[in-house]
T-cell receptor, first 113, second 113 residues
Framework: DQQVKQNSPSLSVQEGRISILNCDYTNSMFDYFLWYKKYPAEGPTFLISISSIKDKNEDGRFTVFLNKSAKHLSLHIVPSQPGDSAVYFC????????????FGSGTQLTVLP | NAGVTQTPKFQVLKTGQSMTLQCAQDMNHEYMSWYRQDPGMGLRLIHYSVGAGITDQGEVPNGYNVSRSTTEDFPLRLLSAAPSQTSVYFCASNTGPHHNEQFFGPGTRLTVL
């Protein structure tokens, strides 16, 4: 049973518009959430994170929103650029040994010029 | 800094063969981890280490062994390869618990025939 779900395998957005990537989780013990970006033939790279004590965290064009009651988080990219085309993984961490990460299955974002 | 390096980049094995995937980091990170990425599954934690001489199991440890004799190196051993171990393997390191930013290597694509 997947504890972190990314229900949209793919998303296409026009350059300059907003990209919204969604992630749902089921484990109430998760209290830290991260987004990673992955280009083909490369390892994932950290993008942005948020603690459960916040509902929003912003870093440049990237903003992550957390809705704890709905167990839902989203990543907003504004404005979207062609270089943002990649697979985006949502990950969650909770209390436990070394705070292991549980990853979602990823969303392929394509930004069209 | 080279960051996290992995060798080999590609490998083909026959069922029953053994091999070691190499991982090294030059950032003096205490935590290191091995993940596998399968289509539609995201990244799943195989084994991790919180320091030299200390290792523990992740979500999918069966069929794999690890050891951590130095801070820099964290090899992953496949004892008797099976087709179910066909995957892309990523090594990662970070300064503390997993919810801290992890730095990933470029991955090893393994095919078991």
């Amino acid at each position: 049973d997947q504890q972190v779900k990314q229900n949209s395998p793919s998303l296409s957005v026009q350059e300059g518009r907003i990209s919204i990537l969604n992630c749902d989780y089921t484990n109430s013990m998760f209290d830290y959430f991260l987004w990673y970006k992955k280009y083909p033939a490369e390892g994932p790279t950290f993008l942005i994170s948020i603690s459960s004590i916040k509902d929003k965290n912003e870093d440049g064009r990237f903003t992550v929103f957390l809705n704890k009651s709905a167990k839902h988080l989203s990543l907003h990219i504004v404005p979207s650029q062609p270089g943002d085309s990649a697979v985006y993984f949502c990950a969650a961490s909770g209390y436990g040994s070394a705070r292991q990460l549980t990853f979602g299955s990823g969303t392929q974002l394509t930004v069209l010029p | 800094n080279a960051g996290v390096t992995q060798t080999p980049k590609f490998q083909v094995l026959k069922t029953g063969q053994s091999m070691t995937l190499q991982c090294a980091q030059d950032m003096n990170h205490e935590y290191m981890s091995w993940y596998r990425q399968d289509p539609g599954m995201g990244l799943r934690l195989i084994h991790y280490s919180v320091g030299a001489g200390i290792t523990d199991q992740g979500e999918v440890p069966n069929g794999y062994n690890v050891s951590r004799s130095t801070t820099e190196d964290f090899p992953l051993r496949l004892l008797s390869a099976a087709p179910s171990q066909t995957s892309v393997y990523f090594c990662a390191s970070n300064t503390g618990p997993h919810h801290n930013e992890q730095f990933f290597g470029p991955g090893t694509r393994l095919t078991v025939l």
